[in-house]
């Protein structure tokens, strides 16, 4: 089984950074995604991450340790349409697959509030 | 555009109904998914399916049944509705194949709010 933990919730000011905290437990490892879930929208892909590293895409990047079951997920000059809850879904090696690839376990997400 | 499609954003039912909730895809994806997303317990797979006709467990798979007759086409069916199922369910889809997506990321439908009295 899984264990992922985030934060419930963090604010933040407009034009700042925030850095967006994950870390899980696995019997495996095999990938780490970033969503973004705007209030009563789907869940959108932001990044992934297999290797250790950083992973810079624009605003956002995301690093990972898998030796220390770390991720996170830094969003840089924050914009009000940032508001939003940001997903850490885990892909583990674990018996639980689909065709050719595992299926991700999600954590219970952050919910990011950018305020003027 | 790559797209997921759900049947109803918001549908109320009553206690005891059959309620169906139809999902599409149309990027020929081999994998298809359902989840339920509730406050303070994120999202949370009741089942999903890797091929036609074929269909898997995930967590919470109680008072659920799914249904897989075409490849685009994932339906998920509550078969006696009860008040706590009242939630947001999600659809996604992928591909288990590299190449055909990078990452393999799911894509979601927008979901259905469903509200059982």
């Known amino acids: 089984g899984q264990n992922i933990d985030q934060p419930t919730e963090m604010t933040a000011t407009e034009g700042a950074i925030v850095q967006i905290n994950c870390t899980y437990q696995t019997s495996g490892f095999n990938g780490l995604f970033w969503y973004q879930q705007h209030a009563g929208e789907a869940p959108t892909f932001l990044s992934y991450?297999?290797?250790?590293g950083l992973e810079e895409k624009g605003r956002f990047s995301s690093f990972l340790s898998r030796s220390k079951g770390y991720s996170y997920l830094l969003l840089k000059e924050l914009q009000m349409k940032d508001s939003a809850s940001y997903l850490c879904a885990v892909r583990d090696e674990g018996p639980r697959r689909s065709g050719g690839s595992y299926i991700p376990t999600f954590g219970r997400g952050t919910s990011l509030i950018v305020h003027p | 555009d790559v797209k997921v499609t759900q049947s109803s954003r918001y549908l109320v039912k009553r206690t005891g109904e059959k309620v169906f909730l139809e999902c599409v895809q149309d990027m020929d994806h081999e994998n298809m998914f359902w989840y339920r997303q509730d406050p303070g317990l994120g999202l949370r797979l009741i089942y999903f399916s890797y091929d036609v006709k074929m269909k898997e467990k995930g967590d919470i798979p109680e008072g659920y049944s799914v249904s897989r007759e075409k490849k685009e086409r994932f339906s998920l069916i509550l078969e006696s509705a009860s008040t706590n199922q009242t939630s947001m369910y999600l659809c996604?889809?992928?591909?288990?194949?590299?190449?055909?997506?990078?990452?393999?990321?799911?894509?979601f439908g927008p979901g259905t709010r469903l509200t059982v009295l």
């Open positions: 996604a889809s992928s591909s288990p194949y590299l190449g055909t997506s990078e990452y393999n990321e799911q894509f």
């Open positions: 991450n297999v290797l250790d």
